[in-house]
């Protein structure tokens, strides 16, 4: 997969894309980046980006032209068909389920706002998408970037070794958070390893993570799950987690 970043600051994706599973991929060339600067565009002898907005008020905003000639040079650089991504505060929130459908094109343009924004008529022009990753404020576009470059990476096909259990994920598998992990030492200051981990016994094991994933959604990120559509046997597996859950509340009520 290509992905362009038409950003001020386009090294900086680059260097959030040098290290672990995104590295790899692109040493694979399963990922090729390319940053596209509108500063690089932008004519006269001051090389303005950005201008003051009109009807007043704080901030700069990017200027039309250098930024259209930046997206249009990423567009020209690879014939496939491509979708400009604007990373935004406007935008809906970038989700596993987005990540997958981006993650699966050829390429992908990804243009990053620095200051206020961008002039409205390049957004309506250019950008077929708006996305945020999420409700606080960032100082622009490129971490936001960078996320969906390493989001979409590990999903490409040979990207990822066995060791780094794509399938196993939460969100990938059924949109479940992550069991508990342990490794060496068994026995520890902080505590011991659950007993069932050690059995050997790969169905309890299997059973343990899941009601453990189940138990830990329910807690944590209610808002994941739907009861009503779990199976017969991931409802019994909650309720024993839900039963132990509550013993143990009791427990710490009778201590106290
Ligand atoms: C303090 C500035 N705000 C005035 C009300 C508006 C504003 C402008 C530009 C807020 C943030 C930004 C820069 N942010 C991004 O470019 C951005 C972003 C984000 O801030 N949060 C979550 N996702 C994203 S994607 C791009």
């Known amino acids: 997969m290509r992905v362009d ?34 500063r690089d565009y932008a004519t006269g002898n001051y090389r303005r980006v950005d201008d003051r907005p009109f ?21 020209a650089a690879d014939p496939a068909e491509t979708k400009v991504v604007y ?19 050829p390429r992908l343009v990804l243009l990053c706002g620095r200051y206020e ?41 040979g990207a990822l070794n066995d060791a780094d259990s794509a399938t196993q994920d939460s969100f990938e598998a059924d949109g479940l958070l992550d069991c508990p992990h342990y490794t060496r030492p068994v026995e520890h200051a902080l505590g011991q390893v659950p007993e069932v981990l050690l059995s050997g016994n790969h169905a309890e094991i299997a059973r343990w993570r899941r009601m453990e994933s189940l ?32 013993r143990g509340l009791d427990e710490s009520d009778g201590d106290a």
């Open 87 to 105: 990373l935004s505060p406007q935008g809906p929130r970038l989700t596993q389920a987005k990540v997958r459908e981006l993650a699966a094109r």
């Open 5 to 38: 970043i038409v950003s001020l600051f386009p090294e900086f994706i680059d260097q959030c894309s040098a290290f672990g599973v995104v590295g790899r991929a692109r040493e694979r060339g399963l990922l090729s980046l390319h940053g596209w600067n509108p």
């Open 215 to 246: 138990g830990r959604t329910w807690l944590r990120r209610p808002d994941l799950m739907d009861e009503k559509s779990l199976n017969k046997a991931d409802r019994a597996l909650l309720d024993t987690f839900r039963s132990r859950y509550l």
């Open 117 to 157: 924004g961008i002039d409205e008529r390049l957004i309506e022009a250019e950008v077929d998408e708006e996305l945020s990753i999420g409700d606080y404020v960032l100082s622009g576009g490129e971490l936001a970037a960078a996320v969906v470059v390493d989001a979409v990476a590990r999903l490409q096909e």
């Open 55 to 75: 009807g007043g008020g704080p901030g700069m905003v990017m200027l039309i032209d250098p930024l259209r000639a930046a997206i249009e040079a990423a567009r």
